[in-house]
T-cell receptor, first 111, second 114 residues
Framework: RKEVEQDPGPFNVPEGATVAFNCTYS??????FFWYRQDCRKEPKLLMSVYSSGNEDGRFTAQLNRASQYISLLIRDSKLSDSATYLC????????????FGPGTSLSVIP | DAGVIQSPRHEVTEMGQEVTLRCKPISGHNSLFWYRQTMMRGLELLIY????????DSGMPEDRFSAKMPNASFSTLKIQPSEPRDSAVYFC????????????FGQGTRLTVV
């Protein structure tokens, strides 16, 4: 089993739609969680950290369920500019940091 | 700050040649990561340095790959000899404290081995 798994996608949604991405991780000792965004042929960039209580940043909401080892990202009112690949990232820390990226989910927002 | 700087941006080399990729992390960051990205395997962590010391190199594919960080402002990833299956985008990333803080990526080196 891979350490971090995501919905394979791709997701093709119309502008204004709400879309949700799911991610699961295998190491129950993982401590830090993030969502990164990667545009085509660009480097990944941090979208938002994921906190235990859940957190929101504008149209983006991240949730963490430690019991189920599950992370989610919700995007409301999708914009064309949201088209990208979304990467779930877990610091699968044991005695040292091990920052693992999921395979990513591709999103295309269609006019 | 200019961000994480990688060179070269593109590299085309023949099979069997030595390839050296370079990375300058953001000043003051003490964690550095090398990743490889392909369509088939996504982003794979190759090696992680903390305070210039290699902490985890379990992701390095084989002995042909080696990485060094001689000081806080410079790291190299070397492939010798290179093979066509090494073709990928190689990213370097640095973070301020550890894997618990945001990782800033360089623009990557697109390596093609023919």
């Amino acid at each position: 089993r891979k350490e971090v798994e995501q919905d394979p996608g791709p997701f093709n949604v119309p502008e204004g739609a709400t879309v949700a991405f799911n991610c699961t991780y295998s190491n129950s000792a993982s401590q830090s969680f993030f969502w990164y965004r990667q545009d085509c042929r660009k480097e990944p960039k941090l979208l938002m950290s994921v906190y235990s209580s859940g957190n929101e940043d504008g149209r983006f909401t991240a949730q963490l369920n430690r019991a189920s080892q599950y992370i989610s990202l919700l995007i409301r009112d999708s914009k064309l500019s949201d088209s990208a690949t979304y990467l779930c990232v877990v610091n699968s820390k044991t005695s040292y940091d091990k920052v693992i990226f999921g395979p990513g989910t591709s999103l295309s927002v269609i006019p | 700050d200019a961000g994480v700087i990688q060179s070269p941006r593109h590299e085309v080399t023949e099979m069997g040649q030595e390839v050296t990729l370079r990375c300058k992390p953001i000043s003051g960051h003490n964690s550095l990561f090398w990743y490889r990205q392909t369509m088939m395997r996504g982003l794979e962590l190759l090696i992680y340095f903390n305070n210039n010391v290699p902490i985890d190199d379990s992701g390095m594919p084989e002995d042909r790959f080696s990485a060094k960080m001689p000081n806080a402002s410079f790291s190299t990833l070397k492939i010798q000899p290179s093979e066509p299956r090494d073709s990928a985008v190689y990213f370097c990333a640095s973070s301020l404290l550890s894997g618990d803080t945001e990782a800033f990526f360089g623009q990557g080196t697109r390596l093609t081995v023919v």
